[in-house]
């Protein structure tokens, strides 16, 4: 199974990696104001183009809500940024068809469309102001001058069409690729080991015992119902469950049930913790059952337009791990991916030779690279500041600092905390201003929202924060 994905997972992740690099999360934030269509789809489009675990996604999703986006726009961002992947979909066409990761994309925009639609309506306006009050005082590890790194975003001077064209860039999209893979390697290695043994030692017959299967459509409701469950108790997310999503297909359950299992990855039991955490305990439930909800429904929607266009497959195709190796198209593959895979490792160990690396830092915990200006979380250890890519890499860290303290330094970055700033970044700083409700770095020229109170002009990020301000503009 791994043998026949290798050559799609290298792909997926070196998309990722470049896309993440290029593309600016401070304008992703500034865009997400309010929940109107056109933000929505930006939402959705911003989260494609952000693909990461969903860990990563969810504290990220966490990050933009706490400074003044939207919070259904940021549960879109973090839905596309998990379910709206090329590495999904290629994972899926390989392993069991190209109707999948058709269907991954088409189910997701349903799934997206019908989030918009229902969070708005039950979610208390009253509850989500006091979960982002909670989140700005209690913001895990927050040191106070999130300002002075703001700006700091890597080669900043540069539009990205030349940062594209240089080493320098691709560098910075190779650090991503690598600590993408980094972070993932477990929920890969326990998707395919569990995978292998489900499609190999579990019987049809325990399949077919917990998803009704001959039924009609009384199955394909069911299935779109239990599938997320089984996610739920799962524990693999991200694009470790689609080897799982394969040996369920082959044990039965049906197309629907799969599409809502894969869409799942964040109704894991360790993120419905997370979500507790981040927002509280009732609102935890509320976005849990909705996501629940819009899930369930998703997978039976794109069923049903399947089945009318008669795309969903009749009959599953053989084994769906690989039980023999020969020299084929897909020897090929893996091994021109496994040669340009050395050359992104070359240019991450050489970021720093290359003019790469700035403006970034490596969470030490489970290796993702992060820019200080996105970090979710941030603390200090014996007078060095780290930056961490989530909630949990943060909290085990200051569980064990000394642990993982010392595997601070990387190659192609400054360290932790440290950024080299040029001088083009200087002049641009000087002409920014503070919101002075997230504490982001605007352009006044650029801002989302602008204010007047005491005789002083003031620019914000976003709308929410200008409306944050207009209601209390004394605090």
């Known amino acids: ?50 693909s990461s675990c969903s860990y990563a996604a969810s504290a990220l999703a966490k990050s933009l809500f706490v400074r003044g986006a939207d919070f259904t726009s940021a549960m879109v961002f973090m839905f596309a940024s998990t379910n709206l992947v090329v590495e999904l979909g290629i994972v899926l066409w390989l392993l069991i068809g190209w109707q999948f990761a058709v269907a991954e994309f088409v189910g997701g925009f349903v799934m997206i469309a019908l989030l918009a639609l229902v969070l708005p309506r039950v979610v208390d306006v009253a509850e989500l102001d006091a979960a982002r009050g909670r989140l700005r005082e209690g913001k895990a590890g927050a040191s106070g001058h999130e300002e002075q790194t703001s700006a700091q975003e890597a080669d900043s001077s540069r539009p990205w069409r030349q940062r594209i064209r240089s080493r320098a860039g691709w560098s910075d999209a190779s650090g991503y690729t690598i600590s993408d893979v980094t972070m993932l390697r477990k929920e890969l290695v326990i998707g395919f080991v569990v995978a292998g043994f489900a499609s190999m030692a579990v019987p049809t017959s325990v399949w077919q015992a917990l998803f009704l299967t001959g039924h009609g459509a009384w199955s394909v409701v069911e299935n779109v119902v239990v599938g997320p469950v089984l996610a739920f108790i799962s524990f693999v997310c991200s694009v470790g469950n689609v080897p799982l999503a394969a040996a369920l297909w082959k044990g039965g359950i049906s197309f629907g049930g799969v599409i809502a299992f894969v869409f799942a990855d964040l109704l894991a039991l360790p993120l419905v913790l997370i979500y507790r955490k981040f927002y509280g305990t009732r609102l935890a439930v ?190």
């Open 286 to 475: 509320r976005l849990s059952l909705v996501f629940w909800a819009v899930m369930s429904v998703a997978g039976l929607v794109t069923e049903g337009i399947f089945s009318v266009l008669k795309l969903v497959p009749s009959t599953l195709k053989g084994d769906i791990a690989t039980t023999h190796f020969g020299f084929n198209y897909t020897t090929v593959l893996d091994t021109l991916a496994l040669v340009a895979f050395g050359y992104l490792y070359y240019l991450y160990k050489n970021a720093s030779k290359l003019g790469g690396g700035d403006g970034y830092a490596k969470d030490v915990v489970c290796g993702m690279q992060v820019r200080p200006l996105d970090a979710p979380a941030r603390a200090e250890h014996e007078g060095r500041e780290y930056f961490f890519c989530s909630d949990k890499c943060h909290a085990k860290f200051t569980a064990q600092p000394a642990k993982y303290a010392t595997h601070q330094h990387n190659h192609g970055m400054d360290g932790p905390g440290v950024d080299r700033v040029s001088a083009a970044d200087k002049v641009d700083e000087a002409r920014t201003v503070t919101d002075p409700v997230c504490g982001m770095t605007v352009d006044p020229s650029a801002a989302a929202g602008l204010a007047s109170y005491a005789g002083v002009d003031y620019a914000f990020c976003s709308t929410g924060c200008r409306d944050a301000f207009t209601a209390d503009p004394a605090r």
């Open 1 to 50: 199974m791994f043998y026949d994905t290798l050559w799609a997972l290298v792909l997926g992740f070196a998309l990722s990696g470049a896309v993440q690099a290029f593309v600016s999360k401070g304008e992703m934030q500034r865009a997400l104001g309010d929940h109107r269509p056109g933000t929505i789809v930006r939402s959705s489009f911003f989260g494609m183009v952000s």
